[in-house]
Antibody, heavy 121, light 108 residues
Framework: QVQLVESGGGLVKPGGSLRLSCAAS????????MSWIRQAPGKGLEWVSY????????YYADSVKGRFTISRDNAKNSLYLQMNSLRAEDTAVYYC??????????????WGQGTLVTVSS | SSELTQDPAVSVALGQTVRITCQGD??????ASWYQQKPGQAPVLVIY???NRPSGIPDRFSGSSSGNTASLTITGAQAEDEADYYC???????????FGGGTKLTVL
């Protein structure tokens, strides 16, 4: 079965950096587009970033563009999110999500359990 | 980017039908998808495309769209349907995605 396991969250000071990882299993990772989606405490969902199966196409939300970098290692079945210049408003649970089908859809059929990032001094 | 607007809260009597709506300009070009989220859990996709349900989603969930409004209908709401519901769509550029603010559904 599909498994997505995020890691790397924690407490970081404003202006600091953090790298999130998502370990994927149970499917052919290199076939699927992947996304990061976050949820601030008590708030709604916010799409953060999207990467194509090969890594050649990448999109970012305006709120993180220039500060966050999404990447993937298909040999390691892993998705990453490098977060720099972190702000208090980046505090959220970060979810790794897989497209429903092995093509670009933006329909996220599988989600990890999330990893909490807290940005505070 | 564009915005998707949802009513913050909706209630329904057990066994009755409820419609949750989502409004936005991008919905004139792209279908909405719908996610259910229960407290402390990751979201679950319940409707995608024109009106498709992933495997395992009960057929009491259905989707529709007209103009700039997408709707999620639950026919015969059950207690376990009490959750937050989020709509999602591409924005007008087609390269970014946006979520609605969410609707908290209470089953009375």
């Amino acid at each position: 079965q599909v498994q997505l396991v995020e890691s790397g969250g924690g407490l970081v000071k404003p202006g600091g950096s953090l790298r999130l990882s998502c370990a994927a299993s149970g499917f052919t990772f290199s076939d699927y587009y992947m996304s990061w989606i976050r949820q601030a405490p008590g708030k709604g969902l916010e799409w953060v970033s999207y990467i194509s199966s090969s890594g050649s196409t990448i999109y970012y939300a305006d709120s993180v563009k220039g500060r966050f970098t999404i990447s993937r290692d298909n040999a390691k079945n892993s998705l990453y999110l490098q977060m720099n210049s972190l702000r208090a408003e980046d505090t959220a649970v970060y979810y790794c999500a897989r497209d429903l089908y092995p093509s670009s859809s933006g329909w996220w059929g599988d989600w990890g359990q999330g990893t909490l990032v807290t940005v505070s001094s | 980017s564009s915005e998707l607007t949802q009513d913050p809260a909706v209630s329904v009597a057990l066994g009755q039908t409820v419609r949750i709506t989502c409004q936005g300009d991008s919905l004139r070009s792209y279908y909405a998808s719908w996610y259910q989220q229960k407290p402390g859990q990751a979201p679950v996709l319940v409707i995608y495309g024109k009106n498709n349900r992933p495997s395992g989603i009960p057929d009491r969930f259905s989707g529709s769209s007209s103009g700039n409004t997408a709707s999620l209908t639950i026919t015969g709401a059950q207690a376990e349907d009490e959750a937050d519901y989020y709509c999602n769509s591409r924005d007008s550029s087609g390269n970014l995605w946006v979520f609605g603010g969410g609707t908290k559904l209470t089953v009375l």
